[in-house]
């Protein structure tokens, strides 16, 4: 149930978790740094950041039961949980970029 309900905020907040890094972020870290590259980056973490804050609730559940059958703490769980998901939705989320991109060309 947990699941759906964050599916259904996910689709209903997509303006949040990609404009605010698009728009907000892009703009700032474009006028202070000039790379491209560098704010690609910085969007892209973003969003995963984003994105990953709608999965804490199911990552909590998760982070317990690893953390009890690894016998750690439950903080280092969780925070690995969310780091992961933070890069694999930000790689998703460029690669999806650089593919509308390219296929413009």
């Keep these: ?5 964050v599916a259904v905020l996910l689709f209903f907040s997509s303006a949040i978790w990609l404009g605010v890094p698009i728009f907000l972020i892009g703009n700032a870290v474009s006028k ?15 969003v995963g950041f984003l ?11 998760v982070a317990q039961k690893i953390a009890s059958i690894k016998q750690i703490r439950l903080w280092k769980a969780f925070v690995r949980i969310q780091v992961g998901w933070l890069i694999v939705v930000a790689v998703l989320f ?12």
């Design 1 to 5: 149930m947990l699941l759906i309900i």
């Design 32 to 46: 202070i740094v000039g790379n491209l590259v560098v704010v690609h980056l910085f969007i892209a973490l973003s």
């Design 51 to 61: 994105f990953s804050l709608f999965l804490v609730p199911i990552n909590i559940e």
């Design 94 to 105: 460029e690669f999806i970029v650089l593919a509308i991109i390219f296929m413009e060309l």
